[in-house]
């Protein structure tokens, strides 16, 4: 019952394998945290990597992601909320007048794997929403998606909220979507820009740290 055997399960996307794995680690008394570390997100660390590179597409990645979930789920009642690694707090959605979320979906899920705390909002989100949650959560970092070039400008919006609430310095602002470019992110004042899930995951390690 190795770390190393979980976190291949993980890789492999076998949600009734970490399961096992994971409640017998428990029963062995090994520690949670490790379990969490060591083993789940060690697995999610091998699975962005190859996702990036194309040895693995999103279906693949978004059953990953869900064994790790629910590895997670068992192993939560064993560790206090306060314990619980946090890399930080992100707010993710998608810009009001546009309904896509499965780039959004898989960038929430992947940040959540690599430890951070994600605030999913879901879909069409104002400015004024999106401004709420980062107070409310004390979010480290706001991550809009746009998939229409028609609503792109709603992160222009967004941005200037910020900056007229006077928050830019408590939250940094990434951005991402198939119409989204670095050049238009710039444009906007974004902090950053990623081109896919896994970028997101090492932006917001970058902008964190």
Do not use: W
Not at 168 to 195: C, H, L, M, R, T
């Amino acid at each position: 019952m190795s770390f190393e055997t979980l976190s291949q399960s993980v890789v492999a996307g076998n949600e009734s394998q970490v399961k096992e794995t994971v409640k017998s680690m428990l029963t062995a008394g090994v520690n949670p945290l490790e379990i969490i570390q060591k083993g789940l997100i060690a697995g999610m660390n091998i699975v962005g990597p190859l996702f990036k590179a194309g040895d693995m597409y999103v279906p693949e990645v978004l059953m990953s992601a869900k064994s790790m979930a629910a590895g997670i789920e068992i192993v939560k009642p064993n560790i206090s909320d306060a314990d619980m690694p946090s890399e930080g707090t992100i707010v993710v959605g998608t810009v009001k007048g546009d309904l896509h979320d499965i780039g959004k979906n898989l960038v929430g899920m992947m940040l959540e794997s690599a430890g951070f705390k994600v605030i999913d909002l879901g879909v069409d989100i104002s400015a004024e929403k999106f401004m709420t949650a980062v107070k409310e959560h004390k979010a480290n970092i706001l991550a809009m998606s746009a998939l229409l070039t028609t609503t792109m400008l709603a992160m222009k919006d967004t941005i200037e909220l910020i900056k007229e609430e006077g928050m830019q310095s408590n939250v940094k602002v990434i951005v991402g979507g198939a119409p989204v470019s670095q050049e238009f992110a710039n444009q906007i004042g974004a902090d950053g820009f990623a081109v896919d899930a896994a970028t997101a995951v090492e932006l917001c390690r970058t902008l964190i740290a």
